[in-house]
């Protein structure tokens, strides 16, 4: 079974530029989540898609940060426009049903670098 | 707020060595699950815990859930350079689906 997919592994831009990610979960799994983990802490859950509707985007920054998850399926979040302290590796995660006790299944994230 | 408070921060050890890392809370979770990281690598979840007082074994490590859910602790035995990693606890609330994570123990076993 394939697991998430996520791409790029590794971007590096300037601040104010913009950026995408890219999150191919699991066949079947009809939750998302995007998680941001800065260096030295654990992951921050940003925002959490059941199908393609959000369930909670409370820590997302919603002034510059945006995702979507087209069809139940991919899903991209974007960053416009980045600031230095969106330094950190953004990871996807997806899982069957979307419980707090189902097995959450990562990608290798994203490591984004803002100079 | 940081709800999980996961210590030691750091952890280096012998290869051989047994140790025990701490996931602890002031508030009561329904669950806690344990992630294992590697480098470059997305968590991969060793175990979930639901009862108050459970105890469970995965080869060398054991999870244990507090009595009162609000901590955990795991211990791994006989620690291998393969269990390096990042150990992070993380929380879920009932029907709240979203897990909250600690920061995470960083293990160390030198060979």
């Known amino acids: 079974e394939a697991g998430v997919a996520q791409s790029p592994r590794y971007k590096i831009i300037e601040k104010r530029q913009s950026v995408a990610f890219w999150c191919n979960p699991i066949?079947?799994?009809?939750?998302l989540y995007w998680y941001q983990q800065i260096l030295g802490q654990g992951p921050k859950l940003l925002i959490q898609?059941?199908?393609?509707?959000?369930?909670?985007d409370s820590q997302l920054p919603k002034d510059r940060f945006s995702a979507e998850r087209l069809k139940g399926v991919d899903s991209t979040l974007k960053i416009q426009p980045a600031k230095l302290e969106d330094s950190a590796v953004y990871l996807c995660?997806?899982?069957?049903?979307?419980?707090?006790?189902?097995?959450?299944?990562f990608g290798p994230g994203t490591r984004l670098t803002v100079l | 707020t940081q709800l999980l408070e996961q210590s030691p921060q750091f952890l280096s050890i012998q290869e051989g060595e047994n140790l025990t890392v701490y996931c602890n809370s002031s508030s009561v979770f329904s669950s806690l699950q344990w992630y294992r990281q590697e480098p470059g690598e997305g968590p991969v979840l060793l175990v979930t815990?639901?009862?108050?007082?459970e105890v469970k074994k995965l080869k060398r490590l054991t999870f244990q859930f507090g009595d009162a859910r609000k901590d955990s602790s795991l211990h791994i035995t006989a620690a291998q350079p393969g269990d390096t990693g990042l150990y992070l606890c993380a929380g879920g609330r009932g029907s709240n689906y979203k897990l909250t994570f600690g920061k995470g123990t960083l293990l160390t076993v030198n060979p």
């Open positions: 066949s079947g799994h009809a939750t």
């Open positions: 995660a997806s899982s069957l049903v979307g419980t707090s006790t189902d097995t959450q299944y």
């Open positions: 898609f059941q199908n393609n509707g959000v369930v909670d």
């Open positions: 815990v639901v009862t108050g007082g």
